[in-house]
C-alpha cells in the first residue's frame, strides 16, 4: 500500500492550494480517503474525508466552505482544493486510507502547507 501526497509549499494568505494524494496497492473504490494535518506544537486533526464507496464528504468546522475534497476513481487519487487558505492552516498534512471515515488504517507521507501573512 502506498499513498504519495504532493501539492503543499507556501501561499498567502487568502491564497490557494490543491493537494494530491496519489494511492496504489489497495481497492480504492472500497476505501475511505482521508486528510489530517499537525501543526507545531498541536495535536493532529482530521481535516477532511471523502468515503469513496458511497462518495460521502465530510469537513471539520474550521475548513467548511473552504476546503474541497474530490476523488477520481480513475486515478486512484484524491485530492483537497484549499481556497482561502488561512494563517492557522499552517500544517504538515498527510493523506491516509482505512475502511471507513476517518479510520485510518494506511498513511502516507506528509506535505507541508505554509500560509504566511
Known amino acids: 500500500v502506498q499513498l504519495q501526497a504532493s501539492g503543499g509549499g507556501v501561499v498567502q494568505a487568502g491564497g490557494s492550494l490543491r493537494l494530491s494524494c496519489s494511492t496504489s496497492?489497495?481497492?480504492?473504490?472500497?476505501?475511505?480517503i482521508s486528510w489530517f494535518r499537525q501543526a507545531p506544537g498541536k495535536e493532529r486533526e482530521g481535516v477532511s474525508c471523502?468515503?469513496?464507496?458511497?462518495?460521502?464528504?465530510y469537513y471539520t468546522d474550521s475548513v467548511k466552505g473552504r476546503f474541497t475534497i474530490s476523488s477520481d476513481n480513475a486515478k486512484n487519487t484524491v485530492y483537497l482544493q484549499m481556497d482561502s487558505l488561512k494563517l492557522e492552516d499552517t500544517a504538515v498534512y498527510y493523506c491516509?486510507?482505512?475502511?471507513?471515515?476517518?479510520?485510518?488504517?494506511?498513511w502516507g507521507q506528509g506535505t507541508q502547507v505554509t500560509v504566511s501573512s
Open positions: 496497492g489497495f481497492t480504492f473504490e472500497d476505501y475511505a
Open positions: 471523502i468515503n469513496n464507496s458511497d462518495g460521502f464528504t
Open positions: 491516509t486510507a482505512g475502511p471507513d471515515t476517518w479510520v485510518p488504517h494506511f
